[in-house]
Antibody, heavy 123, light 107 residues
Framework: EVQLVESGGGLVQPGGSLRLSCAAS????????MSWVRQAPGKGLEWVAN????????YYVDSVKGRFTISRDNAKNSLYLQMNSLRAEDTAVYYC????????????????WGQGTMVTVSS | AIRMTQSPSSFSASTGDRVTITCRAS??????LAWYQQKPGKAPKLLIY???TLQSGVPSRFSGSGSGTDFTLTISCLQSEDFATYYC?????????FGQGTKVEIK
């Protein structure tokens, strides 16, 4: 079964750091672009970042540039999001998501999503 | 960033109705558009990509159309399991952006 499972969420103080993980199974992880998408409570979806199959290209939404870092370990079938200098407005459920095309170019939608992990930034 | 605007933001409908949701992009995005369905507490589910291509396993009552800046999602005969929030998303350029969502409620 194709599956993505996020972990690492929790409560953190403003200015703090957190590292999210996403464990992939059931497909050749190293062949797909991967993304993080977040959803603030009661709000819509916001794409956060994505990373190419070999990690050589990364893109971010402006609001997290310089604070968040996306990375992957293909040997461990895992995707990560290092979040530093966290703000209240980063409070959200964070989903990892997969592009549909094997060996795609990153210009794509998201066909597989994890269940999400909640990040709460509050003092 | 390309702004995606959905209309309406919410509406009520009955089982069996034909419903249409509109999504407008602030600039042309060719056919680089996807539609998702999200139910409370669940992850989004891909329904349509490339503006009009049905994702595998999605019922044929869902259809999409449009190109450039104006797009529609149509549900031909609303079923009870279709009451949810629907989002459009462009993947023409970075940052990938979503519409604000359209909530379909039971009348």
């Amino acid at each position: 079964e194709v599956q993505l499972v996020e972990s690492g969420g929790g409560l953190v103080q403003p200015g703090g750091s957190l590292r999210l993980s996403c464990a992939a199974s059931g497909f050749t992880f190293s062949s797909y672009w991967m993304s993080w998408v977040r959803q603030a409570p009661g709000k819509g979806l916001e794409w956060v970042a994505n990373i190419k199959q070999d990690g050589s290209e990364k893109y971010y939404v402006d609001s997290v540039k310089g604070r968040f870092t996306i990375s992957r370990d293909n040997a461990k079938n895992s995707l990560y999001l290092q979040m530093n200098s966290l703000r209240a407005e980063d409070t959200a459920v964070y989903y990892c998501a997969r592009d549909p095309q094997e060996m795609g170019d990153g210009n794509d939608a998201f066909d597989i999503w994890g269940q999400g992990t909640m990040v709460t930034v509050s003092s | 960033a390309i702004r995606m605007t959905q209309s309406p933001s919410s509406f009520s409908a009955s089982t069996g109705d034909r419903v249409t949701i509109t999504c407008r992009a602030s600039q042309g995005i060719s056919s680089y558009l996807a539609w998702y369905q999200q139910k409370p507490g669940k992850a989004p589910k891909l329904l349509i990509y490339a503006a009009s291509t049905l994702q595998s396993g999605v019922p044929s009552r869902f259809s999409g159309s449009g190109s450039g800046t104006d797009f529609t999602l149509t549900i031909s005969c609303l079923q009870s399991e279709d009451f949810a929030t629907y989002y459009c998303q462009q993947y023409y350029s970075y940052p990938k952006t979503f519409g604000q969502g359209t909530k379909v409620e039971i009348k």
